[in-house]
């Protein structure tokens, strides 16, 4: 019943942007907060940026300054802008409901979609 539909992932150069698309079919999408994690090849996954259903953000400090999570929710769905990607960005990108860390620093979410695979690359 819940369906995740994901796009916007690509390849890209150093300093260019990506656009990626979350939309979440099968639960009240307005009542949840939301977020999108990233795991990079023998890495641990890592919180990327949250956004609250009243729209208060939180982004890691390493990104702060070039991605943007926006939400629309009369379409169900989560966005994540990224401007001056570094080579230090690439990495499949999660979407997912009600991602938050825990008192102890661990990422939680309740439902994830399958991911998207972000390159960058000169």
């Known amino acids: 019943q819940v369906q995740f539909v994901e796009s916007g992932g690509g390849l890209v150069q150093p300093g260019g942007s990506l656009r990626l698309s979350c939309a979440i079919s099968?639960?009240?999408?307005?009542?949840?907060?939301m977020g999108w994690c990233r795991q990079a090849p023998g890495k641990q996954r890592e919180l990327v940026t949250t956004?609250?259903?009243?729209?208060?953000?939180n982004y890691v400090d390493t990104v702060k300054s070039r991605f943007t999570i926006s939400r629309d929710n009369a379409k169900n769905t989560v966005y994540l802008q990224m401007n001056s990607l570094k080579p230090e960005d690439p990495a499949v990108y999660y979407c997912?409901?009600?991602?938050?860390?825990?008192?102890?620093?661990?990422?939680?979410?309740?439902?994830w979609g399958q991911g998207i695979q972000v390159t960058v690359s000169s």
């Open positions: 099968g639960i009240t999408f307005n009542f949840y907060g």
């Open positions: 956004i609250t259903r009243g729209g208060r953000t």
């Open positions: 997912g409901v009600n991602v938050r860390l825990t008192s102890r620093g661990d990422l939680v979410g309740d439902l």
